[in-house]
């Protein structure tokens, strides 16, 4: 079995490639060559160098997508026919060619064929004076294909044209492709009767000098009077004959080349125009720099300069899932609505419809009827095309950089004007310009949101530099004024117990005093009346104790707020210790503690499972005691007290939970739980309404946050959060 040759061996010349550009520069100017080489993988500066070779597999694509842009299924025939014009060989190449005759033209070909292709050999032999055979014998493993077969008849055709012949007639006796083992091609052309009737003239002419000379030297009478005129008749009308034939074979010639000449003026007069509204189109959107402008330039251009009935322009979303109508023309605003709710799923693997097609293969269709359109897309839905009223329609990609970013298409359902091939030929050098505009303005549109972006992050860094300026001036401040009220409440908690120890010493001593005129009022009764005695001992008695006592509850009061006030600052000193801290335990201890009222209130305790948390265990032992002592305090006499303890887990933190159904707080009340010296309720249990001010405050310095939720004559939950640390990491500073 032949073995298939690896399909990245450089096998043709750069210049087989260059010769279709240049045709394509000559009569295809709307086809974007950059385009076309990006698509066959090959770039602009290879096909310039000389010594370049594509492999099998870039000429298969360049010639793939050739066709569809050119819109020429024989352009590779052209091609060939085009390599021995001026334009592509060189005038001077051509003109030395066409000295040497054309089965020596053919025997010189053979031998260049080498320098230009080394998939194949191509021999050469004569089979008469107009006559030759050539054959092309592939190496192993080449795989050419049916265009290159094409192209070398072409080339074969050409160079009989560089010698004023007309076409030859090339028999394919045997090709690779029918199941030969190579090409074998026989070249046949007519000779050109002009030529020989010049050589007749001259061979005429010189025995028509010799038989004069003859006669002038043996017979000059008769040669003067009847050999010299009958000899000049002659030679005159040889003469004459051999130059009409050599102008009727001119003619001839013209005439062939004369209808070509016409179809050839005709596309190329096509090409301008196409390369004109190529040209306008571009000016056109080249004025946009959004997307809706520019596709709106162009549907007008189509609308007004090429008069099609309805267009409409598709473009993909940004994740090319989907092709979204963005504009159309020609159609009312219901038909606009449908293009826009339909779903044009680019991920669709089977039954995909021509817009979708387009997109994903980066191909042109042009359908002229419903049983073409089912024999391009089998099994494809006509739902939308009925709906649209659609019966021919004509659509190409949007292409950019080789990417497909939307679908053009037009109809004229109207004028049923016939879509033609080089209406496909004009949209497909339009799309492209659409394309890069699209894309440009996509990234102009980048662009501006970009340094919108930057403005905006300028403007936030700005504001984000004032605000943390601001904020560490106010954080210096409140920490100063921090150390301040602390200072204060420290030294106005000891200028003030210095006061009231005075005034409890000179309470004592009043007492003792009092004492003392107890003893001399027994003494002076004789000399008081009974009146005054009696007023007397109602105020040593009464009125001077019961004030005493007043003064001396006051003054234990003060000392108890004092006190309260000193330990409330002194947290705020003390350095915290992160250590691994068990609440378990802690709960269950100063439970025991409690076990006295917790009996005689009936209390049922119920502790669910606590976790270990890093934090100061201290803070936590007094938090937890003041929580559980105050849900005490506050139990409802009427009725069975009930205490929850639990737990639950954050990612950040933990919270701790103390139910109870005691009392309750009014909602009036519930803002001052939490303020120093402030105890909502009924005012029936001893205290300084300190405990949960100061459990807050621990909570605060522990890194947390503490909240209340109550219903009064129902119960009371407050919970605690406070880090979910799983490792000490650190010893706190005092704040």
């Known amino acids: 079995m032949q073995a298939t040759m690896d399909s990245s061996e450089p096998l043709y010349n750069s210049r087989v490639i260059d010769t279709f550009l240049k045709l394509l520069g000559k009569r295809y100017p709307h086809v974007n060559v950059s385009e076309l080489l990006s698509y066959a993988g090959m770039k602009a500066h290879e096909v310039a160098d000389p010594g370049h070779w594509f492999n099998q597999q870039q000429v298969d694509r360049f010639h793939e997508r050739l066709v569809q842009m050119s819109g020429n299924e024989a352009i590779a025939r052209e091609a060939g026919r085009y390599g021995a014009s001026p334009d592509a060989l060189g005038s001077l190449r051509q003109n030395l060619l066409t000295f040497v005759g054309p089965a020596r033209a053919y025997e010189l070909a053979n031998k260049a064929a080498a320098n230009f292709s080394r998939s194949s050999i191509l021999s050469s032999r004569t089979l008469g004076t107009n006559k030759v055979e050539l054959i092309a014998t592939f190496r192993e493993g080449v795989r050419e294909k049916p265009y290159q077969c094409e192209n070398r008849i072409g080339t074969i055709e050409s160079i009989l044209m560089m ?14 492709f029918k199941g030969g083992t190579c090409c074998r091609y026989i070249v046949t052309w007519e000779s050109n009767p ?4 010049v050589s007749i003239r001259n061979y005429t002419a010189l025995l028509l000098v010799i038989v004069c000379v003859v006669f002038i030297l043996l017979l000059p009478e008769i040669a003067f009077s009847l050999v010299i005129p009958a000899a000049l008749v002659l030679f005159l009308t040889i003469a004459l004959l051999a130059e009409y034939r050599e102008k009727k074979g001119l003619r001839s010639i013209l005439q062939s080349l004369g209808e070509p000449t016409d179809k050839l003026l005709d596309q190329i007069n096509s090409n301008y125009s196409n390369a004109q509204i190529t040209n306008e189109v571009g000016h056109a959107v080249s004025q946009q720099t959004e997307i809706d402008g520019i596709i709106k330039s162009v549907l007008q251009i189509l609308d007004t300069r090429l008069g099609y009935d309805r267009g409409v322009v598709l473009l993909a979303n940004q994740e090319r899932s ?4 963005r504009a159309g023309f020609g159609q009312d605003g219901a038909k606009d609505e449908m293009l826009r709710q339909t779903l044009f799923d680019l991920g669709e693997a089977d039954h995909a419809g021509a817009f979708v097609t387009s997109f994903r293969e980066r191909k042109p269709f042009l359908v002229n009827s419903m049983a073409e359109y089912e ?7 006509r739902e939308l095309l009925g709906k649209l ?9 949007i292409i950019c950089d080789g990417e497909s970013i939307g679908v053009l298409a037009v109809d004229n359902l109207r004028s049923h004007k016939p879509l033609l091939q080089t209406d496909l030929n004009l949209l497909m050098g339009i799309a492209p310009v659409i394309g890069v505009s699209i894309r440009n303005a996509e990234l102009l549109e980048t662009k501006d949101r970009q340094f919108n972006a930057i403005v905006e992050l300028e403007k936030t860094m700005c504001e984000l530099a004032v605000a943390k300026e601001t904020s560490e001036r106010y954080s210096e401040d409140l920490q100063l004024m921090n150390e301040e009220v602390k200072n204060f409440a420290y030294i106005v908690s000891h200028d003030l117990r210095a006061p009231l120890v005075n005034i409890k010493g000179f309470s004592v001593e009043l007492r003792n005093s009092l004492k003392e005129i107890s003893t001399l009022v027994e003494k002076s009764k004789s000399v008081l009346g009974d009146r005054e005695l009696q007023n007397l001992e109602e105020a040593l008695g009464q009125d001077v104790p019961e004030a005493l006592e007043f003064i001396e509850s006051s003054v234990n009061r003060m000392d108890s707020l004092i006190n309260a006030i000193l330990k409330l ?9 992160l250590e691994r801290v068990d609440v378990a335990d802690i709960v269950q201890s100063i439970l025991k ?6 009996e005689a209130g009936k209390v049922a305790v119920t502790v669910s499972e606590l976790p270990t948390v890093v934090s100061d265990k201290t803070a936590v032992e007094q938090i937890v005691g003041n929580l559980l002592d105050n849900a005490l305090k506050y139990l409802d006499k009427n009725r069975a007290g009930r205490l929850e303890v639990t737990a639950e887990p954050g990612i950040n933190e933990i919270t701790f939970k103390f139910q109870d159904n005691g009392r309750g707080i009014a909602a009036e009340d519930m803002g001052k739980v939490f303020e120093i010296f402030r105890r909502a309720g009924k005012q029936d249990m001893p205290g300084e309404g300190m405990g949960l001010a100061y459990v807050k405050t621990l909570v605060r310095r522990l890194g947390g946050r503490i909240w209340c939720e109550s219903e009064l004559g129902v119960g009371t939950l407050f919970c605690f959060s406070i880090p979910n640390q799983s490792e000490p990491s650190y010893t706190a500073d005092s704040v």
């Open 163 to 176: 010698f004023n012949y007309g076409l030859p007639e090339v028999e394919h006796p045997e090709c690779i």
């Open 194 to 197: 002009a030529e020989k009737l």
């Open 322 to 325: 989907r092709l979204l109508f």
């Open 375 to 381: 024999e391009h897309f089998p099994g494809s839905s």
């Open 389 to 397: 009223d659609a019966e021919a329609f004509l659509c190409c990609p």
């Open 569 to 577: 600052s002194r947290l705020g000193r003390r350095d915290l210790k």
């Open 593 to 598: 503690t409690l076990g006295h009222q917790l």
